[in-house]
């Protein structure tokens, strides 16, 4: 009996070790499991990628959805939409006039209402800001702002822009750099939306032969630049404008600009991507310059330079990038927020010009109708 019991006992630890051997892995069957779950991540991840593609468009389009509120609210106040740019060298000082200053003036966090999506993530004007050389002879800008103020516990406030000039601040120096950042970048006065030429000049100040003329002494014409053009979108031009609200762009995703940050900006390294500020007004559909015309030409007539202006331009959009694979967020003056399509992917939204390696379209399609974007010279221009 007790070698049966024995034998019994001895047959149990043997069956037990048999199952114990097969509830292990063998390396094929390891290496097999290891293939589906890599085959699961791959087919879950372009599901995944486009949630997340999703979800920074969705935040891109409520960001300038709130921008436009807020630009609405300020024309409501002083019937204008805004005070020019976030452009130091053409505008001025940046914490006191443009579009940024007048929404962080209101307590707007414009510097973190930021479309994700977009890899430049500073304006270029922090190019200006670091590397401008203030010794130079004055600007046609007011680049040092406002006159500093005594506040009521007795203390002087400086803006930063005039803290620069007055300080002489060499570029690229390190103090330079720290005021930047601490009185500039850190009070959210930045953004990588661009403006549209509409929102920030409104339109172009032209002389008896159809070209554009400087109205501040000693500046050279520039149609980029406030003083050769008629302002800001003020609330009675959009009002009359012959272009429907909903086709007139105010902000949108900004394309990357010829210039990189040159020194480290907050959590930003030195050499990231720079957004630009602004697009660039009307040019010719052929040369994409700004129409220039010989004394003594007539306005009127088909050979009249009102006819090369209303039938030779188009605004120049390219400084707004579709960096939503492939779509780009528009704000419209009707407060809609819309996608504009890259369709032939080449980084650029084509309203009609055609293809040249010089300016980056890649065939002649036109991706915007003017239905759908209003392209002309002025508010006040219609073609027959």
């Not at 290496?31 to 979800?55: E, F, K, Q, Y």
């Not at 130091?88 to 479309?115: F, H, K, Y």
């Not at 922090?126 to 007795?154: F, N």
């Not at 953004?191 to 549209?196: F, Q, R």
Request: hydrophobic residues 40%; glycine residues 8%.
């Amino acid at each position: 009996m007790v070698a049966l019991a024995c034998r019994s006992s001895n047959k149990a630890r043997l069956s037990c070790r048999r199952c114990v051997a097969r509830a292990g892995l063998t390396l094929v069957e390891l290496l097999t499991v290891i293939a589906i779950i890599g085959l699961l991540v791959s087919l879950l991840m372009p599901a995944i990628n486009a949630a997340r593609a999703a979800a920074r468009r969705s935040a891109c389009q409520n960001n300038l959805r709130q921008l436009g509120l807020e630009l609405m609210a300020h024309a409501d106040r002083k019937r204008v939409l805004c005070t020019g740019n976030f452009d130091w060298l053409r505008d001025g000082c940046v914490t006191e006039i443009g579009w940024v200053a007048d929404l962080v003036q209101t307590e707007v966090p414009v510097g973190r209402m930021l479309c994700p999506a977009n890899t430049a993530e500073l304006s270029e004007t922090y190019y200006a800001l670091l590397t401008a050389d203030v010794s130079a002879p004055a600007s046609c800008a007011d680049l040092a702002g406002s006159p500093a103020r005594t506040s009521l516990d007795g203390s002087l406030i400086v803006n930063p822009c005039r803290r620069i000039v007055e300080s002489g601040f060499a570029a690229g120096s390190e103090e330079r750099r720290k005021l930047v950042e601490e009185a500039i970048f850190k009070k959210f006065f930045n953004t990588n939306y661009a403006a549209s030429w509409f929102l920030v000049r409104g339109g172009a100040l032209l002389d008896a032969y159809g070209n554009v003329r400087s109205s501040r002494p000693g500046c050279a014409p520039d149609l980029r630049a406030p003083y050769s053009t008629s302002g800001p979108l003020r609330l009675d031009e959009l009002d009359g404008a012959k272009a429907p609200s909903s086709t007139l762009p105010l902000l949108g995703d900004a394309r990357a600009a010829s210039v990189t940050l040159p020194q480290n900006i907050g959590p930003h390294p030195a050499g990231s991507e720079l957004a630009r500020s602004m697009t660039s007004g009307p040019v010719l559909v052929t040369t994409l310059a700004v129409p220039s015309f010989p004394p003594g030409t007539p306005p009127a007539g088909p050979n009249g330079w009102y006819a090369a202006w209303l039938h030779q331009t188009l605004q120049d959009y390219r400084a707004f990038a579709p960096v939503h694979h492939d779509v780009c967020m528009i704000l419209f003056a009707d407060g809609s927020v819309r996608p504009l399509f890259d369709a032939n992917r080449d980084g650029l939204i084509n309203n009609g010009f055609p293809a040249s390696p010089s300016t980056g379209f890649a065939d002649d399609r036109i991706e915007v109708e003017a239905a759908d974007l209003f392209s002309l010279f002025s508010l006040r221009a219609s073609k027959p």
